[in-house]
């Protein structure tokens, strides 16, 4: 776990990389991060919309011509709806085995992009909140078509390095804990090419401090991914990549099965960042209940689960 607070830091590891080798966590273990991707793609997509004047809100068909063919979607489509999950698509089809089928190379993101582009829309672009991972295939493949080099890439170039975060990245390095399930060891795999934009990064909780510092130190960018996006109506407010209640931007990480969970939460007028990374799928209560009393102890906030 790590805490920023006004700039100062706070960390503190506990248990095992490994149940089997018993070698313990540090500061530079890495773990999966999973859904916690989005919110580090979020920013890295309003970065790179600013080299190109409106791109957050033009029709993202104006920069897909190749996959024009394909399109069954609203042309209204934009790179905010689907990083707000405020696109209206959803689509159960597109698994972890179906990703994976899809291959290793440059094109895989382009050929999951194409899937979400050639499934019915559901509900009109920006009227409602579901949350659909296929918005960040989509987005990943829009922020890779800005830049003009692969999604890995641009993610590195736009983010990563300016944010010092060199230890995190889409495989697992020699210094990755493996995750666990009711205490069974679950081994390491990276998470398929096509599906990276939604939940494929590993990291620590370092680097994690140092992403959201990053963000807290552009104010306009905080704020344009803090805004919420979602109807007044809904019961999820979302901003770009974000959770947003109150003074508070947060988002949780899982993946079945992969035995790690993640929580990410900001609270930008108190300059409050506070990072957990577990190698257990179980941790959820452990990980909801601690940084709830931290948070608490720290700025009077009460978390919203």
């Not at 989509?138 to 300016?162: C, D, K, M, N």
């Amino acid at each position: 776990m790590g805490i920023s607070h006004h700039g100062e830091r706070r960390s503190a590891v506990a248990g095992v990389a490994d149940r089997c080798s018993g070698v313990p966590v540090t500061v530079h273990t890495t773990m999966r991060i999973a859904s916690v991707t989005k919110p580090i793609v979020a920013v890295a997509a309003v970065l790179a919309c600013r080299a190109s004047s409106g791109a957050l809100d033009r029709p993202i068909i104006e920069d897909l011509p190749d996959l024009r063919e394909r399109w069954k979607v609203s042309p209204e489509l934009t790179l905010a709806d689907l990083l707000s999950h405020t696109s209206g698509l959803y689509d159960e089809s597109l698994t972890r085995e179906a990703l994976a089928g899809l291959g290793d190379g440059d094109d895989a993101l382009t050929k999951a992009a194409g899937h979400v582009l050639n499934t019915p829309q559901i509900e009109p672009p920006g009227t409602t909140w579901r949350y659909y991972n296929g918005n960040y295939y989509l987005a990943g493949h829009v922020i890779a078509r800005l830049r003009g080099q692969t999604f890995e890439s641009a993610l590195t170039e736009v983010l990563l390095w300016p944010a010092q975060m060199t230890g995190t990245g889409f495989a697992a390095s020699e210094r990755a804990a493996n995750g666990h399930v009711d205490g069974s060891r679950i081994p390491n795999d990276d998470h398929p090419r096509a599906g990276r934009p939604a939940a494929g990064l590993w990291s620590t909780t370092e680097e994690l401090l140092s992403f959201a510092e990053f963000m807290l130190r552009d104010a306009e960018l905080t704020a344009a991914v803090r805004a919420p996006m979602t109807p007044s109506t809904s019961v999820t407010q979302y901003g770009l990549g974000w959770s947003v209640a109150d003074r508070l931007m947060f988002h949780h990480g899982a993946t079945t099965g992969s035995g790690f969970r993640s929580l990410l939460v900001v609270v930008p007028e108190e300059r409050y960042v506070a990072a957990v990374i577990v190698n257990d799928e179980t941790s959820e209560t452990l990980i909801n209940d601690t940084v709830g009393t931290v948070l608490t102890e720290a700025t009077g906030i009460r978390t919203p689960w």
